[in-house]
């Protein structure tokens, strides 16, 4: 490998783990489980992933994991891939050339979402923005076998969005940040709805054209602008300073 793909693989190392660790920072982790998964650039077939078994926040640029698409190692370390938890990321991946990082979560309010037949509501300001993005997948059990990929890849589409019915959520982008920008999206148009259903008395409905202008600016703004790149570079910068350091060695705060 030559330095400069060294230094490319580096970058996307610190990148993917600052992801982590912000997820954990907001609170949408579930403990040593699920995955935030980076397609590694020139090599299709290998990705960067966390160890099974730690935190969070434990992950570092140097543990990161690269496995390829059935969430095995190929590449030695002292710790283990989870890649019975790969299959949505591994079918995700091998299918769309159009996203290189996937990152599933199940927090309350999503998973609440994705219990109600009707899915996201598109009449609040954040869902609006998912208005014909979003794909639907049936449960059926924990996400372990190979059988079902092509079943998910059905449901997900050329969409960036799966809800996975009475389970949680997967977002798939272009890079980490995209992803995130999309993941924070979701997870804030999940949040209102649930408060909007607490309280009592009759929703405000938007037509579909305005959920339809909505959809198409929010989706150019993540792949057409540096946005998604500010934002990210903003909430790391910030959790650097509530946190400090975010591993040994790191010195970017």
Not at 19 to 45: A, D, K, Q
Not at 79 to 93: E, Q, R, S
């Amino acid at each position: 490998m030559t330095s400069d793909a060294l230094q490319d693989e580096w970058t996307f190392r610190v990148r993917l783990a600052e992801c982590y660790h912000l997820v954990s920072h907001l609170g949408w982790t579930e403990m040593i489980f699920n995955h935030i998964s980076l397609r590694l650039p020139g090599e299709p077939t290998r990705y960067l992933v966390n160890p099974f078994g730690l935190h969070y926040e434990e992950v570092t640029p140097e543990n990161l994991l690269v496995v390829n698409a059935n969430g095995e190692l190929v590449t030695q370390s002292d710790h283990k891939p989870n890649p019975a938890g790969f299959a949505l990321h591994g079918a995700i991946h091998t299918a769309r050339d159009d996203i290189h990082c996937v990152i599933h979560t199940h927090t309350s309010a999503v998973t609440a979402v994705a219990m109600k037949e009707t899915g996201f509501s598109h009449d609040n300001f954040y869902g609006a923005q998912l208005f014909g993005r979003v794909g639907y997948h049936a449960f059926e059990g924990i996400t372990l076998y190979d059988e079902e990929r092509p079943r998910m890849l059905e449901s997900l589409g050329d969409k960036h969005v799966l809800v996975l019915r009475n389970h949680g959520l997967a977002v798939g982008e272009a890079d980490v940040a995209r992803a995130f920008f999309l993941l924070w999206i979701c997870q804030r148009a999940a949040e209102i709805q649930c408060h909007t259903g607490m309280i009592p008395g009759t929703d405000v409905k938007l037509s579909d054209e305005i959920r339809l202008g909505c959809a198409r600016d929010a989706a150019g703004l993540i792949a057409h602008s540096s946005a998604a790149d500010l934002m990210f570079d903003a909430a790391v910068r910030k959790m650097r300073r509530e946190r400090g350091p975010l591993w040994p060695g790191d010195n970017a705060a």
